[in-house]
């Protein structure tokens, strides 16, 4: 598969960092990515090189990466409006969704924002929002600074307990993996954790119209386990599947990940 290419666009007056990695041009529905709080697009691109088949198209979020920061907050609301006057640019009218962690909660808002741009979606690692099963309080503080982007050694000591899995036992994993992403600011950070705050998809979730597949950890401290099986109990038509990994798996296990996707995706071509 081709690379990521990376280019700056100007969408609604907001500049954005926008990644595109060609497909299979027989594949007509893109696939849109959703990432996590804080990641720019480096992050994904290990999944995207197992993922084989469709163009992919992802973006750093406002204050993330190379785009630049907001002075005025945001909400979910405005930033899946944002990323559908992104698809118009691209000139595309549907795709497929991806969201993984924070990013599940905007692409569940954005499958319920524009229901018919949406044929399919993805949630990795993610929850229904404020009204969720909560990690346990001393992984919320270890999380809700930024910390861990910037500081390789405060990374090591507290990679297990965020993210769990694979870096359990070896947490400089995490700072191999983290080493490409882009960092912006604090500020930028906690606009992204203000966005979400008090969000629930909870009282909408059944009428999600869209196949979707639920994924998650087994050993996720982040986003308990429970969170997934609540999305797939809620959502119509959804599958659960539980990856024996931790917060992470889309990228530390992303040979499997990109085999659940592909599968999944194409289940209806």
């Known amino acids: 598969m081709q690379r990521i290419s990376i280019a700056f666009r100007e969408v609604d007056g907001q500049t954005l960092r926008v990644g595109v990695r060609p497909g299979d041009s027989s594949i007509k529905t893109p696939l849109l990515l959703f990432n996590g709080i804080g990641a720019s697009i480096e992050l994904v691109e290990s999944f995207l090189d197992a993922l084989r088949g469709p163009e992919a198209v992802v973006f750093d979020l406002p204050g993330v990466g190379g785009s630049p920061t907001p002075k005025l907050p945001y909400r979910l609301r405005k930033l899946a409006r944002l990323a559908a006057t992104l698809l118009d640019q691209l000139g595309h009218t549907r795709v497929d969704v991806l969201g ?156 499997e990940s990109a085999r659940q996707v592909a599968e999944f995706l194409s289940a209806s071509r």
């Open 100 to 255: 993984v962690s924070w990013g599940g909660t905007l692409a569940q808002q954005f499958a319920f924002q524009y229901p018919r741009r949406c044929r399919r979606l993805i949630l990795a690692a993610t929850s229904p929002g404020h009204l969720m099963i909560p990690a346990a309080p001393s992984v919320l503080f270890k999380m809700a600074t930024p910390r861990r982007y910037h500081e390789p050694g405060y990374m090591r000591s507290v990679a297990g307990d965020i993210y769990g899995g694979v870096f359990r036992d070896s947490p400089e994993r995490a700072r191999a993996i983290l080493r490409h992403v882009h960092w912006s600011s604090d500020y930028g950070y906690y606009l992204q954790l203000l966005a979400a705050f008090g969000w629930t998809s909870l009282p909408w979730l059944a009428l999600l119209p869209q196949p979707t597949l639920v994924m998650i950890g087994r050993d996720d401290p982040l986003v308990p386990e429970a969170n997934g099986r609540i999305l797939a109990r809620l959502i119509p038509n959804a599958r659960l599947v539980v990856v024996d990994d931790g917060h992470l798996f889309l990228i530390t296990s992303a040979v």
